[in-house]
């Protein structure tokens, strides 16, 4: 198994550190390392797009969760009646 087929079983700390490492390479390695960091990097960047979008969507779909299993809200009295239910509330 190559390092890009491992990218999606790292932590998210652990593909960072990859990251990083990887564009120091490209910048400071060897001319081996420089070719390695620069075909590693592209898959670590898909990687990362990928997993945010996931946490984008669990996101989304946890607040539409929250939003269709909380209560509905009591409608607000308008008009003369609210007046006079607010005053006598006040008193």
Known sequence: MNLVEKLPTLPDSGLAALRENAARLEQSGTPAQQDAAAQLI?????????RRQAKSARLREAAAARRRAAPPKPKRATGAKA???????AS
């Open 42 to 50: 592209p898959a670590i960047e898909a990687e990362l797009e990928a």
């Open 83 to 89: 007046s006079k239910t607010a005053v006598a509330a």
